[in-house]
């Protein structure tokens, strides 16, 4: 089991797009009222003094849409000027990034994913659930915008869903012919959206890098990132290729990761809710953070027999949480 060193951190659990795969439209969710949110200084404290003392390094912002979340500049700068901080990214749908991404370059942040499913108006907006003006346009001003700023790796996720996006495979990795940019292929997962999977189903990562084979031919690189992707190269491409497989090839040997929801719930496995503690509900007791310190060491210590086994991987998992509200 890797050393466990990276903490996914969700600032929001309300999001500006209602993709079909993460909200599906007709779910009703519950978001976290303000007042339950960690707050500013709650999540500072939670880094300074719990995490960071642990063993934590690296960071990520995601969300629902990190963006949404109010101060989200001043809290990059925060997190990046901590001397601990070894790497601080984030993920996010790029809708309001255009206007953004100078300000978060600026307060130190240097790596971005962004969601993108479809270089096709259409398609982009039944994905993310829209019936109005396209938002595919501001959202690719988004990317470009991240791009000239000089965020890098920018990296794309495009989460491939069979007759829906899959048959734009080739021209999302052909992205990667002429720019420096990581597009990203993602197993389709089953949280929060059983009627989607069910009439769906999900393309396994295998099937994708052989169309890519047969189409411009696939190479493996030598370039690996810190995170569960297998990456692969178009020869001569300058971009990469990586894909996310946790339904076909079960990568929890290789899990480096944690997570901690908008309203503080500390969760060792995205699929398993076993052991997760209550951290916010902890720190507004006033319990001694040497307390929290202690229990967050012991549930790294118990994350190899909570994290997925290869039998149940791709297969179920305890999700009372969809992903937007989990921090995917
Ligand atoms: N809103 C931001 C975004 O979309 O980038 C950040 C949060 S989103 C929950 C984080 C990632 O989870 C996205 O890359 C999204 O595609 C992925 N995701 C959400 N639901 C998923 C599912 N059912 N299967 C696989 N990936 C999923
Ligand atoms: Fe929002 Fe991201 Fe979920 Fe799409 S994947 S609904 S953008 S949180």
Not at 79 to 103: H, K, V
Request: net charge neutral; proline share 4%; aromatic share 8%.
């Amino acid at each position: 089991m890797n050393t466990v060193d990276y903490l996914r951190i969700s600032l929001i659990d309300r999001c500006n797009f209602r993709c079909q795969y993460c909200m599906p439209e007709g779910t009703e969710l519950d978001y976290i009222l303000q007042q339950e949110l960690l707050t500013h200084q709650e999540l500072l404290t939670l880094l300074k003094d719990v995490f960071i003392p642990v063993g934590f390094r690296k960071f990520r912002l995601t969300g629902g849409e990190p963006l949404l979340r109010p101060g989200v500049v001043d809290l990059v700068r925060a997190i990046a000027s901590l001397p601990e901080t070894q790497d601080l990214a984030m993920t996010t749908n790029a809708f309001l990034l255009a206007g953004m991404a100078q300000d978060l370059y600026k307060a130190g942040l240097r790596r971005i994913n962004i969601s993108l499913d479809s270089l096709n108006p259409d398609t982009f907006d039944k994905i993310i659930g829209n019936r109005g003006r396209s938002r595919w346009q501001q959202t690719w001003a988004g990317i470009q915008a991240a791009h000239q700023v000089g965020f890098d790796p920018l990296k794309l996720n495009v989460v491939v869903i069979p007759g829906v996006n899959d048959q734009e495979v080739l021209d999302l990795a052909a992205l990667t012919l002429d720019r420096h940019w990581h597009v990203r292929f993602i197993e389709f997962m089953p949280i929060g959206n059983a009627q989607l999977f069910s009439d769906r189903a999900w393309v396994p990562s295998a099937e994708l890098r052989q169309r890519i084979r047969d189409a411009f031919g696939l190479v493996a690189s030598n370039i690996r990132g810190n995170g569960p992707a297998d990456v692969f190269q178009i020869p001569g491409a300058l971009g990469t290729l990586g894909f996310i497989s946790q339904m076909s090839e079960c990568f929890c040997d290789r899990c480096n990761r944690m997570r901690l929801s908008a309203d503080g719930w500390l969760r060792p496995c995205l699929l398993n809710e076993t052991g997760q503690i209550d951290l916010k509900t902890a720190l507004r007791s006033g319990v001694d953070l040497e307390q929290l310190r202690t229990r967050v060491t012991q549930l790294l210590s118990l994350k190899p027999e909570i994290s997925f086994k290869q039998r149940d991987c791709g297969t179920t998992g305890s999700y009372t949480r969809t992903m937007s509200q989990i921090g995917g």
